[in-house]
């Protein structure tokens, strides 16, 4: 036991070390893991007489899958509710409990300490576990670790739209609009820098001989990434796309027009215009501090993200350099260039240069990686 406290001790020092100072998200989450309350955390800290909770952890030793019975009984508080985030609105979280009950919870203001400036200590798709304090309020205690964080960018900081994505869905139109393979491009590139599993979906198909797209969809699907056909106005693929969104927190991306709402309607009657309302509200700056907001869906527990800022989210913080290894056709050539900060533009024995050449990475994408290096990264 000493040793593993030990063990502990030298990784949140690392872990200090390593962040200088800056607090993100793993800090918060932490407690999660080790099953601590955020009272005991408090109470530690009073005893020890340390100010400051990010400081120092004593891990209580309740396994945090299973706290909530002994946990209660001990702080005399109402048992633990697991549930995720749908809204954050100012100070009001909307949490919808496992069991389908909705509460507007408060965050225990140490969570909010150990966010940068108290905001986004929660966010819409968050797993939290929840005390309740009243049959419709509570009080959220633990965060649980994120995967696929959608972020975007403000005034130079990171702010974090939707966590545990699970699928980011890019929704293109075969026609009107045009499909624009470029575009796709970019929201693979974005999907990949969030660690968010894409699925490319080509709309409108009824208006296209699909043969046509083809070539096009076996350049991505050999890249691995899977390509989902669908008519909105057919129903073409929508009970597949059903069976996608089940059980998963989906957020939707691509432009105007192009039939995300359609999509929805199609999926469950109504949700494109939730979506939507939702996504106009954004737009008029009425709810300008709801950031997200997830949808929960009538069939099995999946859930839909809609945005704004998740239909046209931007590349975040990326460099020229990094950009080819986010793009898995690329990527296998990239450290077999001479040089090894090459961009792969002009540089001469050029690894990646080599393989468009001779048809091993197809030439459209190439061309996408070079306008998006030399329009937006280098020059933009
Ligand atoms: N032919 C055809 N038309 C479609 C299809 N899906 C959507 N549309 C039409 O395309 C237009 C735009 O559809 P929306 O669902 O509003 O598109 P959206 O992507 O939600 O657009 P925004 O809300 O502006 O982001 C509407 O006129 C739809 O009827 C389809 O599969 N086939
Ligand atoms: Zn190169």
Redesign the pocket.
């Known amino acids: 036991m000493a040793k593993k406290n030990q063990k502990r001790k030298q990784s949140r020092v690392a872990f200090r070390k390593r962040h200088q100072g800056r607090v993100r998200d793993s800090d918060l989450t932490r407690q999660f893991r080790s099953g601590e309350s955020l009272e005991d955390a408090a109470k530690n800290e009073r005893v020890s007489g340390k100010g400051d909770l990010t400081r120092k952890r004593t891990v209580v030793g309740v396994d945090a899958e299973q706290p909530t019975q002994s946990d209660a009984a001990e702080s005399n508080a109402s048992p633990l509710i697991d549930g995720r985030v749908t809204c954050v609105h100012g100070l009001v979280n909307t949490v919808l409990a496992d069991d389908g009950r909705h509460f507007e919870c408060a965050i225990r203001q140490v969570l909010k300490s150990v966010s940068i400036e108290g905001r986004g200590a929660v966010v819409a798709g968050d797993r939290v576990r929840f005390r309740s304090e009243s049959d419709d309020t509570g009080m959220i205690e633990f965060v649980a670790p994120r995967h696929g964080v959608i972020s975007r960018q403000s005034r130079g900081q990171q702010h974090v739209i939707a966590a545990n994505v699970d699928h980011l869905l890019i ?1 293109t139109s075969a026609a009107e609009p045009t499909l624009k393979p470029a575009l796709i491009d970019r929201f693979l590139l974005s999907a990949e820098q969030c660690q968010v599993n894409p699925v490319i979906i080509i ?2 198909c ?2 296209i001989d699909p043969a046509s797209i083809q070539p096009l969809v076996g350049v991505y699907a050999a890249m691995g990434y899977r390509v989902l056909m ?5 129903g073409t693929n929508i009970q597949y796309l059903r069976e996608l969104l089940k059980g998963k927190q989906t957020a939707f991306s ?1 432009q ?7 999509l929805l309607n199609a999926v469950q009657p109504g949700l ?1 215009l939730a979506v ?1 309302e939702v996504s106009s509200d954004n737009q008029k700056g009425r709810h300008t501090t709801t950031t997200s907001r997830l949808i929960p869906l009538a069939d099995g527990d999946g859930a839909v993200f809609d945005t704004p800022g998740i ?1 046209q989210f931007q590349l975040w913080d990326i460099s020229p350099e990094e950009v080819a290894g986010l793009m898995p056709d690329l990527r296998p050539y990239v450290s077999r260039c001479r040089y090894s900060n090459c961009l792969h533009l002009s540089e001469d024995d050029c690894a990646v240069k080599d393989a468009v050449a001779d048809g091993r990475i197809d030439a459209r994408r190439y061309d996408s990686y070079c306008h998006l290096l030399e329009d937006d990264l280098l020059l933009g």
């Open positions: 929704v709309n409108k009824d208006l669908t008519s909105a106005e057919a691509g105007s027009g192009v039939g995300k709402s359609s494109g939507s239909r």
